[in-house]
């Protein structure tokens, strides 16, 4: 977490408890905070802030982007097939499909306006900014574009809704998204608390809500707002874009070097994505690894201290494989052994060397020629 | 392996306390429909916490690709080829103690522990078996009777000498959540409210079947032969009244179980395929057991080579219904495992 972040949490918890919603001044001392923070947001996002939606996080705000533009609207959704499960199971759940993307995770644009032209029920499209787990951006005005085009064919509207959860610590978002018609944002891939989001909404689209209650959130999400969230969210975000220009530089320099120094040092280890095969975050890593399992690998760089990930987790905790690295069509012999190094702003040069030195040896205790540990 | 149920739970907080490093380990083995036994979201909790409240690492891993293929749908095949098979065992055999040890080596680990309630023999020669757990009444080593030295050497089963009810004691003065959870009894992934029928129905054909007597007379009809087994008596849809009738034969081709009098379930001799002794043959009396807590009967092993025996019973015992394991005992210990053709 950011240390603005923290700073600004604990502000709000120590000075300003109140219910935003009440009538007395200490209610008018967190409204302020709140809408301070909706303001701030806002302007970093590029809507209105009458647009901001603080949500329980991410999961919440796709939900309701997808779900509450369907409940007001009509019609059915449709995503790519890397969305994040809290875009893509609710889909799925509505009836909709998916839209294949490259080998590099760009989504194919000819395939989305067939879909298009198909079914002209379609009234939301999901393209999410940048995949959590391969890091590739798509471009959104493109798909904009195609949107433009299939619109006088879609009866109930046809919305852009872009889940920019992994994609707004690294790029500007605002200018990214200009055409999305509604923005998901979470707080704790910005470097803010876990359990606080945002649907950032343009002005004239309508949303069902989700949760009915006290009408908090203009109507469109019921419940006493978490003011230390929204005001952490709000301090992370605008650090987070402060320092964006340095921080992406150092971390890309970080990222090449883990790569370059992996797939040096280890044989039949390549990125999943080739570089610059398609614009990506700068922080993510996703190698594919031959003759290794992602699960077992991960147990040893536990050990050695280096937290990485690879699929999904399950309810129980298991890994599950990954549909983004099936999406992107990944051979047989390649793809279990996926491996996802997250780097961040506070990643130090120590900790790339710390992984550069353990991820081979791990990988070659587990390779089948390897002599069995002692 | 951590199962999330007290005694894998036992099993961890004493192998900590005799100073190993120990790291638990809760298998993922079937994401379908069941949420009771061994893969369940709640059990992997119980495990978590459990671990936690040790001081343990605690592992999650999926091995539920390789126990659909070892153990899921071998049991959907062998029902529809007639026999009985026992999930549980071929999941030691393929899973808990191949595909998991094999990892468990790779990580470097010495050893993997489970919380089964059976023991293993180390002879003067330096070999081991499996024997028959302190409580008779909890005994699995007729479930581990396929492992091999190589298997047993590292494998540790530090609830061999204990009885049940000192397990629960010993959890309940650790504080272990899992100290008065129930054990579990079914097939894990078949859930209790659709059953074994509808489980099967969804993965092989299931046959409508006339019931005959000995005589080939038709007294009865079943919804499908693929799940009766032999020895069975209730569900053969036959008329009430008269002696007892079971199902002696269950022939899939023509779809007929042919049903008898207990009498005509007896016989001297079983066969059985996939012998494997398990520190050489053994002559002479044994002790042969024919299903997970059956009494084991007096018999003698006649190995013809390639796997192939007969069990020779002392006495006339029940035809054991194919695909069940058959395991021979020479005292508490096993000396050889088979199954029942």
């Known amino acids: 977490m950011r240390p603005e972040a923290l700073a600004a949490l604990v502000e709000v918890l120590e000075h300003a408890p109140g219910n935003p919603s009440g009538q007395h001044r200490w209610a008018r001392e967190a409204r302020r905070r709140l809408d301070d923070a909706r303001d701030g947001i806002a302007g970093l996002l590029g809507v209105e802030p009458g647009g901001i939606v603080f949500t329980s996080g991410g999961t919440e705000a796709d939900n309701l982007a997808i779900r509450g533009v369907l409940g007001a609207s009509g019609g059915a959704a449709l995503c790519s097939a890397i969305e994040h499960h ?289 | 392996m951590m199962s999330g149920g007290v005694d894998s739970s036992v099993a961890a907080a004493l192998l900590r306390d005799q100073g190993h490093e120990v790291v638990g380990v809760t298998l993922k083995l079937w994401g379908g429909e069941s949420d009771s036994g061994c893969c369940s979201v709640s059990d992997v909790d119980d495990a978590r916490r459990v671990a936690d409240a040790l001081g343990l690492v605690h592992h999650v891993f999926n091995f539920g690709d390789a126990f659909t293929e070892h153990v899921v749908a071998p049991y959907a095949a062998d029902h529809g080829a007639g026999r009985t098979p026992n999930p549980c065992i071929e999941c030691n055999r393929h899973i808990k103690f191949a595909a998991v040890d094999e990892r468990a080596r790779a990580l470097g680990f010495d050893a993997v522990a489970t919380g089964h309630h059976a023991r293993i023999a180390v002879r003067p020669d330096g070999t081991r078996r499996i024997a028959r757990g302190a409580d008779a009444a909890k005994d699995q080593s007729y479930v581990l009777h396929m492992l091999d030295q190589e298997q047993l050497a590292r494998t540790l089963l530090p609830l061999g000498g204990m009885q049940k009810d000192d397990v629960r004691a010993l959890a309940a003065e650790l504080g272990l959540r899992t100290a008065g959870k129930p054990d579990s009894q079914d097939v894990c992934f078949i859930t209790k409210a659709t059953g074994r029928g509808s489980f099967l129905d969804r993965r092989i054909p299931l046959t409508p079947g006339r019931v005959v007597d000995g005589d080939g007379r038709e007294v009865g009809s079943v919804s499908a032969v693929e799940l009766v087994t032999v020895g069975q008596r209730k569900g053969l849809g036959l008329a009430g009244g008269g002696a007892p009738r079971y199902a002696v034969d269950v022939d899939i081709p023509s779809a007929t179980v042919t049903v008898g009098s207990k009498r005509d379930l007896l016989v001297t001799e079983q066969p059985v395929t996939g012998l494997r002794w398990s520190t050489g043959p053994v002559d002479g009396p044994l002790l042969v057991q024919v299903s997970a807590h059956g009494t084991p009967a007096p018999a003698r092993l006649v190995d013809a080579g390639d796997g192939h025996a007969t069990v020779v019973w002392a006495d006339p015992q029940r035809r054991v219904a194919a695909g069940q394991s058959v395991v021979a005992y020479q005292g508490d210990e096993v000396v050889a495992g088979a199954t029942a053709i």
């Open chain 1, 86 to 374: 809290a875009v893509l199971d609710v889909v799925h759940a509505s009836g909709g499909g998916t839209v294949a993307v490259d080998s590099a995770g760009r989504l194919d644009l000819d395939h989305l306006a067939d879909e298009l032209a198909a079914d002209p029920r379609i009234s939301l499209v999901s393209v999410l900014l940048a995949n959590n787990e391969i890091g590739t951006i798509q471009d959104l005005d493109a798909v904009a574009d195609v949107l433009d085009r299939a619109r006088p064919t879609h009866p109930d509207g046809l919305l852009l809704h872009t889940d920019a959860v992994a994609a707004a610590a690294w790029v500007d978002v605002a200018a990214l998204a200009e055409r999305a018609d509604l923005i998901t944002i979470s707080g704790h891939k910005v470097g803010g608390p876990k359990g606080i989001g945002v649907l950032a909404v343009r002005d004239g689209v309508e949303l069902a809500p989700l949760l009915l209650g006290g009408g908090q959130e203009r109507e469109r999400r019921s419940g006493t707002p978490d003011v230390g969230g929204a005001v952490a969210l709000g301090a992370a975000l605008a650090v987070t874009a402060r320092d964006r220009i340095t921080v992406v530089q150092r971390v890309e320099e970080q990222a090449e070097r883990l790569v370059a120094g992996l797939t040096a040092a280890v044989d039949h280890v390549r990125p999943t994505v080739p570089a610059r095969s398609a614009p990506g975050v700068a922080n993510i890593v996703h190698l594919s690894c031959r003759e290794v399992d992602s699960e077992p690998l991960l147990f040893l760089l536990d050990e050695a201290g280096v937290a990485a990930s690879a699929g999904s987790s399950c309810a129980s905790g298991a890994l599950e494989p990954s549909h983004v690295v099936d999406a992107l069509g990944v051979a047989p012999d390649w793809a279990p052994g996926a491996l996802r190094l997250s780097l961040g702003w506070c990643t130090t040069d120590d900790e790339i060397d710390h992984a550069l030195a353990v991820i081979p040896a791990a990988i070659a205790q587990l390779r089948p020629t390897a002599e069995p540990a002692a």
